[in-house]
């Protein structure tokens, strides 16, 4: 058990739709970043939160956001769905900025 | 931009037989370097991490890398594999600023242990 859970397991959505994943870290974790890991491919970042502000991000568009709460948890929020959206989201808090990650079991988002 | 290449997308060995992944990377910096490990059914894990000093690093499970950054490689290895090492294992790269730019990974190995 890593202690980060993610809510819900599996998600269907309609292209043009919005979605919030919801993650839940170990406390003290005061860092969580988020993957989008597509079929048969490793986990690509999409932004990383720390101490509630967003403080790093990958090649994602703006329609892909965050937030990050005091209580140790966060939303990876995504606006405009597109079919290519469809993946696996993962959620991953740690130390500060440390480097060992403890990964959610994802999110299962399929886009219709 | 940094990138991950793990050389086999399938590997599938007998109990007993020695395990080598391949990984190379490509990244305009220093780095620390990561394998990453799925069982079934499980969350990804670390398996083990290189950040700096001994190139040889062990990790849990018996398994170790090795850094050789003459060849930009991390390969991952363990002399004698188990069927419970069945599992997905990604190799991932991160620039070693302490920056807020995660994890690069790889696309991943899907190792399968026949008993």
């Known amino acids: 058990e890593t202690g980060v859970t993610q809510s819900p397991t599996h998600l269907i959505k309609t292209r043009g739709q919005q979605v919030t994943l919801r993650c839940s870290s170990q406390s003290g974790h005061n860092t969580v970043s988020w993957y989008q890991q597509a079929l048969g491919q490793g986990p690509q970042f999409i932004f990383q939160?720390?101490?509630?502000?967003?403080?790093g991000r990958g090649n994602f568009p703006p329609r892909f956001s965050g937030l990050q709460f005091p209580n140790y948890s966060s939303e990876l929020n995504v606006n405009a769905l597109e079919l290519d959206d469809s993946a696996l989201y993962l959620c991953?808090?740690?130390?500060?900025?440390?480097?060992?990650?403890?990964f959610g079991s994802g999110t299962q988002l399929s886009v219709l | 931009a940094q990138s991950v290449s793990q050389h086999n997308h399938h590997v599938i060995l007998s109990e007993a037989a020695s395990l080598e992944l391949g990984c190379n990377y490509s990244y305009g910096g220093t780095v620390n370097l990561f394998w990453y490990v799925q069982y079934p059914g499980q969350h990804l894990q670390l398996l083990l991490k290189?950040?700096?000093?001994?190139?040889l690093v062990k990790g849990i499970k018996g398994f170790e890398a090795e850094f050789i950054k003459s060849k930009f490689s991390f390969n991952l290895r363990k002399p004698s594999v188990q069927w419970s090492d069945t599992a997905e294992y990604f190799c991932a790269v991160k620039g070693s600023g302490g920056g807020a730019d995660g994890l690069t990974f790889g696309k991943g190995t899907h190792l399968i242990i026949q008993p």
């Open positions: 939160y720390y101490r509630e502000e967003e403080n």
């Open positions: 290189y950040f700096s000093g001994d190139p």
């Open positions: 991953a808090s740690s130390v500060g900025q440390g480097e060992k990650l403890f």
